[in-house]
């Protein structure tokens, strides 16, 4: 098995550059002796460049979210080469919460065949709503999603990719998808995808990030609100890589 990715989505969070710096910091200190496990920091755009500078060769930088084109009049809109310039090596994509806000399949496929051409690592987040799990089209919606993100990748497109399956009704409820029931999916998965990592996220903490990996065998996984409190975020770390848990 490759390293654990252990990628933080800290959305629009902190509310400063200071604080940003004070998170990234506290992090860094507390895993600087972990070389078992890939760690993404996903920061508000903001913020890279900020923390760019106090970087760590265990951290690697993250975005969440890009655009297609590589520049032009697209106000308010960020291009994979900005971020490539800006020292990210992993991007989130098709979040819920971007799709919410419109996102369609064709753009996040357009996205992740930018990436891939500024050779960032996509994180493709898929998942099935609540009504969508109560009526059973868990598999028939991911597949779906898959289908249409990756439809017409390359084979070198491919190998630089990662499946974040984030179930919409388990993100920032406290209500995770039991690690018996996200088994299942990470099987249905991983028949379809092969050799593709497959990461959970959707209420990771501390005390259920072991079982994501070590009982439902996901390749990583994809904190969000936890990756805000960085002994809450090295626990979880310390957690995966089996390392002592007291600091």
């Known amino acids: 098995m490759k390293k654990p990715i252990i990628a933080a989505n800290w959305k629009m969070n902190p509310a400063t550059i200071q604080e940003a710096k004070q998170l990234f910091n506290s992090v860094k200190r507390g895993i600087k002796n972990i070389k078992n496990v ?86 493709l987040c898929i998942g099935e709503t609540e009504e969508e799990r109560k009526q059973g089209k868990t598999f028939q919606v991911l597949k779906n999603q898959f289908k249409k993100a990756l439809n017409n990748l390359t084979i070198k497109q491919f190998s630089n990719l990662t499946i974040a399956y984030e179930p919409v009704w388990a993100i920032g ?43 439902a065998n996901f390749d990583g996984l994809l904190p969000g609100g936890a990756s805000l409190n960085p002994k809450e975020f090295i626990k979880i770390v310390k957690n995966v890589t089996n390392l002592d848990l007291f600091f």
């Open 38 to 123: 890939e760690i993404v920091i996903c920061p508000p755009f903001v913020y890279l460049s900020a923390i760019k500078p106090f970087s760590h060769k265990t951290i690697k930088l993250g975005a969440q979210d890009l655009f297609w084109e590589e520049k032009g009049a697209f106000t308010g809109e960020i291009s994979p080469l900005m971020l490539k310039n800006l020292g990210c090596e992993y991007v989130i994509i098709g979040h819920s919460e971007r799709r919410k806000l419109g996102e369609t399949d064709e753009m996040i496929n357009k996205k992740i065949k930018a990436a891939s051409r500024a050779k960032l690592k996509p994180i």
């Open 173 to 215: 409820t406290g209500n995770p998808c039991l690690p018996s029931e996200a088994k299942k999916v990470l099987l249905f998965l991983k028949k379809n995808l092969k050799n593709t990592p497959v990461i959970y996220g959707g209420s990771v903490n501390s005390a259920n990030a072991r079982q994501y990996i070590k009982e």
